[in-house]
């Protein structure tokens, strides 16, 4: 049984999260990967905890589908960032 409701506090921090610290980094990252730089162990990290919230945000849209949009885009934005990083990787 899903508790849309209950999921709101949840949804308010990963909002306010994406926004503020997650969304600003990501295009940061998509600006270097784009220059053609690759990604260094910083980048790696923030990388690696994003993957490890995605099970909660992909739980909290498919419970909350109008954020499956949203989610969707970021997954993209990652997916972008990840691949041009490979590429650029394997140029140099």
């Known amino acids: 049984m899903t508790n849309p409701g209950g999921d709101a506090g949840t949804i ?6 994406m926004t503020t610290q997650r969304l600003p ?12 730089e690759v990604l260094d162990d910083y980048d790696l990290k923030f990388l690696s905890r994003v ?13 909350n589908p109008e954020f499956q949009s949203l989610l969707n885009r970021l997954i993209d934005l990652y997916h972008y960032i990840t691949k041009k990083a490979l590429e650029n990787a394997s140029d140099g």
């Open 25 to 36: 980094r990501a295009l940061r990252m998509r600006e270097k990967v784009e220059r053609g």
């Open 12 to 17: 308010q921090v990963l909002l306010e999260r």
């Open 51 to 63: 993957f490890e919230d995605a099970g909660q945000a992909q739980k909290l849209a498919s419970d």
